[in-house]
């Protein structure tokens, strides 16, 4: 079994902090092989970036992601540049409010589209829209339990606990079902 | 306890020469590579009477350097020594210090060297405060290399790259030792060998920066295209265009840009002594206290 | 041994340290920067030092500084940073100073291209410095890698009494990997320079060498010993100062020479390779660092599709394993080397297979995009019709 994940947006969204939670959620604490690499432009804020992972149950040859399993979309940019090469079989997790067209994903590939920057405005800063993305992965995809990822993100995320836990746990209350 | 502590003897200062040399020094197979009447052979016997002075172990002392014609001095001292690249003396010296703060360590570096090429590792080991002694063998110029101007050179002066006479102005060292934080910092020259030797003393027994800036002749090229063909032509300009530091003098005539052209305009006056001390901590100390504070921590935290 | 999830620019430090490694003089550079942040955490922690230098040239003269006193010593640059210090690097080796230099990799000449990686420095590596001066350089393809070799790059730099270079990548110092390492660095082998055993008043300093192989012991600052650290490097066969004696004829050959040959001499420790579906490989894809990844997933690829291709993963770049090369390329019809440079290692490669009739073909990414095994697999196919 090997899964490449892809969580994209623009800088400033917290994308490559969130890939390096789940790659130790994935890695650690349920103990798969997890390869984390990122790419950004050279803007802190604003420019496009993501935070790739490729998970497998055997050792890890090639570390990079070339055609993602699942894809989280937290911006426009993210399904224009990512979204066309999806293969049918695939998921991608969209921001409801920060993506409005997702014509450019192939048809077959499952899309759901979840008010995830609008939750995180509701807990308390839209800047933790990035845990609520992690909650709702590890309900979509059943990879996790709210634990594991919760453990994740006090490991790798202590500031600001409070406010990403909550994040987190209402990103794993959304009405998906587990394991879809 | 800092090995220039270590009293193991009482300091003779009339100690001869071979003694000296006994103690501290090294004697090359066939000629010392100093020119004849080199101001360096003097600065030299200077700091070995330093050594004597502060009855230092000689193998607790370390230097640091690169190249010019000061570079040979290391070679005739019992010390260890970095003879590394060119103008990269403060930058060796501060890994020695502080990888082994118990050393002594000082930097033998020429005006060339540590004030042109290495004059960012100069200004920044004397911001850091870290305890060593930084000494500078002025002679006007690049020696090494046949007698180029340097950042030294006194306004109007001839050397090989300045036949019409230097156009630029030069650093006071002191003063820029002073302005990047140097907490000692003293002129003395070889011409003044008693001054010079107290002067030594005090800056290497000092903790933190100390600078010293030793005006050293350079008969060979500097003098002799500025009509002071004979090292005692340079021995009396020096002793004539010297005054000692006193109260008597007022703190911004302590410093200067000399400027000098043979027959025509010079304006030149070395002011000799301490011209600058401030108690500051002491970078190696201070690291110590971070690592120890950092290492509880982290025992702390079972790492 | 304990699971955990290891950033690649700490992989380098967390192997320095293990090694046995206590100072550490930096310079911020991307993408090195992290390798400085880390130890500047680290190295109080364990009792070693960590400095801000004003530049790199600084780092690498308080590397020279500390390690004269004994001190397994370490920096990290890159780009125009490992431009900047090729001098000092020279100084290092000539001076026999035992240094580890790890170059996380970036893109471009001049100021390049910060963010991205590249495979670009295997030539700078040997030639970089003036006057023929040799090289150790490493390649990690792993963060696991990364520590393991920084361990060797420490030990080996003590053994030969040089600087051994760690060529990282960007691709590799920003990558996270989940690692098993060992959670007690004193089970980690440490290799110690050799030191004078003689009194101090037979030792001949730190260049007594009476042949071309040998590696004289050098005596720690402040142990009772006097040393001069020379970098002007032209030593007398069988000790003393040459500044004191004088040149004597000879000395400048033999010097230099022993240089290399002391490296060379040991050849067969220094240099590692890994060898996948060698056998009967019809097709050789001598690869390193980052992408001998890529060349691995293409020959799993390659072999799908009925094409007998295998991996010769360049471990150690110099000394360049030529021997390893040839043996590999045994059964050859075809060579493909992809790296992230204009053709660097095909270069070296060219040059072990000489004579022998064997098409050499390069992929050659200089964009900072990673080559893909399709990309491989696809220029494998071309060759070979």
Same mark, same amino acid.
């Given at each position: 079994?090997?899964?490449?994940?892809?969580? %994209?947006?623009?800088?400033?969204?917290?994308?490559?902090?969130?890939?390096?939670?789940?790659?130790?959620?994935?890695?650690?604490?349920?103990?798969?092989?997890?390869?984390?690499?990122?790419?950004?432009?050279?803007?802190?804020?604003?420019?496009?970036?993501?935070?790739?992972?490729?998970?497998?149950?055997?050792?890890?040859?090639?570390?990079?992601?070339?055609?993602?399993?699942?894809?989280?979309?937290?911006?426009?940019?993210?399904?224009? %540049?990512?979204?066309?090469?999806?293969?049918?079989?695939?998921?991608?997790?969209?921001?409801?409010?920060?993506?409005?067209?997702?014509?450019?994903?192939?048809?077959?590939?499952?899309?759901?589209? @979840?008010?995830?920057?609008?939750?995180?405005?509701?807990?308390?800063?839209?800047?933790?829209?990035?845990?609520?993305?992690?909650? @709702?992965?590890?309900?979509?995809?059943?990879?996790?339990?709210?634990?594991?990822?919760?453990?994740?993100?006090?490991?790798? @995320?202590?500031?600001?606990?409070?406010?990403?836990?909550?994040?987190?746990?209402?990103?794993?209350?959304?009405?998906?079902?587990?394991? %879809? | 306890?800092?090995?220039?502590?270590?009293?193991?003897?009482?300091?003779?200062?009339?100690?001869?020469?071979?003694?000296?040399?006994?103690?501290?020094?090294?004697?090359?197979?066939? *000629?010392?590579?100093?020119?004849?009447?080199?101001?360096?052979?003097?600065?030299?016997?200077?700091?070995?009477?330093?050594?004597?002075?502060?009855?230092?172990?000689?193998?607790?002392?370390?230097?640091?350097?690169?190249?010019?014609?000061?570079?040979?001095?290391?070679?005739?001292?019992?010390?260890?020594?970095?003879?590394?690249?060119?103008?990269?003396?403060?930058?060796?010296?501060?890994?020695?210090?502080?990888?082994?703060?118990?050393?002594?360590?000082?930097?033998?570096?020429?005006?060339?060297?540590?004030?042109?090429?290495?004059? *960012?590792?100069?200004?920044?080991?004397?911001?850091?405060?870290?305890?060593?002694?930084?000494?500078?063998?002025?002679?006007?110029?690049?020696?090494?290399?046949?007698?180029?101007?340097?950042?030294?050179?006194?306004?109007?002066?001839?050397?090989?790259?300045?036949?019409?006479?230097?156009?630029?102005?030069?650093?006071?060292?002191?003063?820029?030792?002073?302005? +990047?934080? +140097?907490?000692?910092?003293?002129?003395?020259?070889?011409?003044?060998?008693?001054?010079?030797?107290?002067?030594?003393?005090?800056?290497?027994?000092?903790?933190?920066?100390?600078?010293?800036?030793?005006?050293?002749?350079?008969?060979?090229?500097?003098?002799?295209? *500025?009509?002071?063909?004979?090292?005692?032509?340079?021995? *009396?300009?020096?002793?004539?265009?010297?005054?000692?530091?006193?109260?008597?003098?007022?703190?911004?005539?302590?410093?200067?840009?000399?400027?000098?052209?043979?027959?025509?305009?010079?304006?030149?006056?070395?002011?000799?002594?301490?011209?600058?001390?401030?108690?500051?901590?002491?970078?190696?100390?201070?690291?110590?206290?971070?690592?120890?504070?950092?290492?509880?921590?982290?025992?702390?935290?079972?790492? | 041994?304990?699971?955990?999830?290891?950033?690649?620019?700490?992989?380098?430090?967390?192997?320095?340290?293990?090694?046995?490694?206590?100072?550490?003089?930096?310079?911020?550079?991307?993408?090195?920067?992290?390798?400085?942040?880390?130890?500047?955490?680290?190295?109080?922690?364990?009792?070693?030092?960590?400095?801000?230098?004003?530049?790199?040239?600084?780092?690498?003269?308080?590397?020279?500084?500390?390690?004269?006193?004994?001190?397994?010593?370490?920096?990290?640059?890159?780009?125009?940073?490992?431009?900047?210090?090729?001098?000092?690097?020279?100084?290092?080796?000539?001076?026999?100073?035992?240094?580890?230099?790890?170059?996380?990799?970036?893109? &471009?000449?001049?100021? &390049?291209?910060?963010?991205?990686?590249?495979?670009?420095?295997?030539?700078?590596?040997?030639?970089?410095?003036?006057?023929?001066?040799?090289?150790?350089?490493?390649?990690?393809?792993?963060?696991?890698?990364?520590?393991?070799?920084?361990?060797?790059?420490?030990?080996?730099?003590?053994?030969?009494? #040089?600087?051994?270079?760690?060529?990282?990548?960007?691709?590799?110092?920003?990558?996270?990997?989940?690692?098993?390492?060992?959670?007690?660095?004193?089970?980690?082998?440490?290799?110690?320079?050799?030191?004078?055993?003689?009194?101090?008043?037979?030792?001949?300093?730190?260049?007594?060498?009476?042949?071309? #192989?040998?590696?004289?012991?050098?005596?720690?600052?402040?142990?009772?010993?006097? #040393?001069?650290?020379?970098?002007?490097?032209?030593?007398?066969?069988?000790? &003393?100062?040459?500044?004191?004696?004088?040149?004597?004829?000879?000395?400048?050959?033999?010097?230099?020479?022993?240089?290399?040959?002391?490296?060379?001499?040991?050849?067969?420790?220094?240099?590692? #390779?890994?060898?996948?579906?060698?056998?009967?490989?019809?097709?050789?894809?001598?690869?390193?660092?980052?992408?001998?990844?890529?060349?691995?997933?293409?020959?799993?690829?390659?072999?799908?599709?009925?094409?007998?291709?295998?991996?010769?993963?360049?471990?150690?770049?110099?000394?360049?394993?030529?021997?390893?090369?040839?043996?590999?390329?045994?059964?050859?019809?075809?060579?493909?080397?992809?790296?992230?440079?204009?053709?660097?290692?095909?270069?070296?490669?060219?040059?072990?297979?000489?004579?022998?009739?064997?098409?050499?073909?390069?992929?050659?990414?200089?964009?900072?995009?990673?080559?893909?095994?399709?990309?491989?697999?696809?220029?494998?196919?071309?060759?070979?019709?």
């Amino acid at each position: 079994m090997k899964q490449e994940i892809r969580i %994209a947006g623009v800088g400033g969204q917290g994308l490559v902090s969130a890939s390096v939670i789940l790659a130790e959620a994935l890695g650690v604490i349920r103990d798969f092989e997890v390869v984390q690499t990122q790419f950004y432009s050279s803007h802190i804020t604003g420019g496009s970036s993501s935070g790739d992972i490729v998970m497998a149950d055997e050792p890890i040859v090639f570390p990079w992601v070339l055609e993602p399993d699942f894809l989280i979309a937290m911006a426009q940019d993210a399904v224009n %540049a990512h979204g066309k090469g999806m293969r049918p079989d695939t998921t991608v997790l969209v921001d409801d409010i920060m993506v409005d067209d997702t014509s450019a994903i192939p048809d077959g590939v499952e899309i759901h589209s @979840a008010p995830l920057t609008r939750i995180a405005d509701e807990v308390g800063s839209r800047r933790c829209a990035n845990m609520v993305a992690l909650g @709702a992965f590890a309900k979509l995809t059943g990879l996790l339990s709210l634990d594991q990822i919760s453990q994740a993100v006090s490991a790798r @995320a202590p500031g600001r606990a409070e406010l990403n836990q909550q994040a987190v746990e209402a990103g794993y209350a959304l009405p998906f079902p587990p394991g %879809a | 306890m800092t090995a220039r502590q270590d009293v193991a003897g009482k300091p003779d200062p009339m100690i001869p020469l071979d003694d000296l040399i006994e103690q501290y020094g090294e004697v090359p197979e066939g *000629n010392f590579r100093y020119c004849p009447g080199c101001g360096l052979g003097m600065a030299q016997s200077a700091l070995m009477r330093a050594f004597h002075r502060l009855q230092l172990d000689i193998s607790q002392v370390a230097s640091a350097g690169g190249s010019g014609c000061y570079s040979i001095m290391a070679h005739y001292l019992k010390s260890s020594h970095v003879h590394g690249s060119h103008g990269r003396g403060c930058a060796v010296a501060t890994g020695m210090k502080l990888a082994r703060p118990e050393l002594t360590v000082l930097t033998l570096q020429g005006d060339g060297d540590l004030l042109a090429i290495g004059g *960012n590792h100069f200004i920044h080991a004397a911001r850091r405060n870290i305890d060593i002694t930084a000494i500078c063998f002025n002679n006007f110029g690049f020696g090494d290399t046949g007698g180029q101007f340097a950042p030294t050179t006194p306004r109007g002066s001839r050397t090989a790259t300045s036949p019409q006479g230097m156009p630029e102005d030069p650093f006071d060292p002191c003063k820029l030792a002073i302005g +990047a934080g +140097a907490t000692f910092v003293a002129r003395s020259t070889v011409a003044h060998p008693v001054h010079l030797t107290k002067t030594l003393a005090q800056a290497i027994a000092w903790k933190g920066f100390a600078f010293v800036e030793v005006l050293q002749h350079c008969h060979v090229f500097w003098g002799r295209r *500025n009509g002071m063909p004979e090292a005692i032509d340079m021995i *009396n300009f020096y002793r004539e265009n010297s005054a000692f530091n006193s109260a008597a003098i007022p703190e911004e005539e302590r410093f200067g840009t000399p400027v000098y052209s043979e027959g025509g305009e010079q304006d030149i006056r070395f002011v000799l002594g301490v011209l600058h001390q401030q108690e500051r901590p002491e970078f190696s100390e201070q690291y110590a206290k971070l690592r120890d504070r950092a290492q509880a921590k982290a025992r702390a935290a079972g790492r | 041994m304990s699971k955990q999830l290891l950033f690649g620019n700490q992989a380098f430090c967390e192997g320095a340290i293990a090694a046995g490694a206590r100072f550490y003089a930096g310079y911020p550079i991307t993408p090195a920067t992290e390798v400085a942040e880390f130890m500047s955490q680290r190295m109080p922690e364990v009792g070693g030092t960590y400095v801000q230098m004003e530049d790199e040239l600084g780092s690498m003269n308080a590397v020279i500084g500390a390690s004269a006193t004994g001190v397994k010593s370490v920096t990290a640059s890159a780009g125009p940073g490992m431009a900047l210090i090729q001098n000092e690097l020279g100084q290092a080796i000539v001076a026999e100073i035992p240094a580890v230099v790890i170059n996380v990799q970036r893109a &471009g000449p001049g100021i &390049g291209n910060a963010t991205r990686s590249g495979q670009m420095e295997i030539m700078q590596s040997r030639y970089g410095p003036n006057g023929e001066c040799p090289a150790v350089a490493l390649s990690p393809s792993t963060v696991e890698e990364a520590f393991w070799l920084t361990v060797k790059a420490v030990n080996l730099s003590e053994q030969l009494r #040089t600087v051994v270079l760690v060529l990282g990548e960007g691709l590799l110092g920003l990558q996270r990997a989940v690692v098993d390492l060992p959670d007690d660095y004193d089970e980690v082998e440490k290799v110690e320079r050799p030191r004078p055993t003689l009194p101090p008043a037979d030792y001949r300093g730190a260049y007594a060498a009476n042949l071309r #192989t040998d590696i004289p012991p050098i005596a720690d600052f402040g142990s009772g010993y006097k #040393t001069i650290v020379n970098t002007v490097g032209i030593q007398p066969i069988g000790g &003393g100062d040459g500044s004191i004696l004088g040149m004597k004829e000879g000395a400048q050959d033999f010097t230099i020479r022993r240089l290399h040959e002391k490296i060379l001499a040991r050849k067969d420790e220094i240099t590692m #390779t890994e060898e996948l579906m060698l056998d009967d490989a019809e097709v050789v894809y001598i690869a390193f660092g980052t992408q001998a990844r890529s060349a691995m997933a293409a020959a799993a690829k390659a072999r799908a599709r009925g094409i007998k291709a295998g991996v010769l993963r360049l471990i150690t770049i110099w000394p360049f394993p030529e021997d390893a090369v040839r043996a590999a390329c045994a059964k050859a019809r075809a060579v493909v080397v992809p790296e992230m440079n204009l053709g660097q290692a095909r270069m070296l490669v060219v040059n072990a297979l000489a004579g022998a009739d064997i098409p050499v073909v390069g992929i050659n990414h200089v964009d900072s995009s990673f080559i893909t095994p399709d990309q491989i697999v696809a220029k494998t196919e071309e060759v070979l019709q």
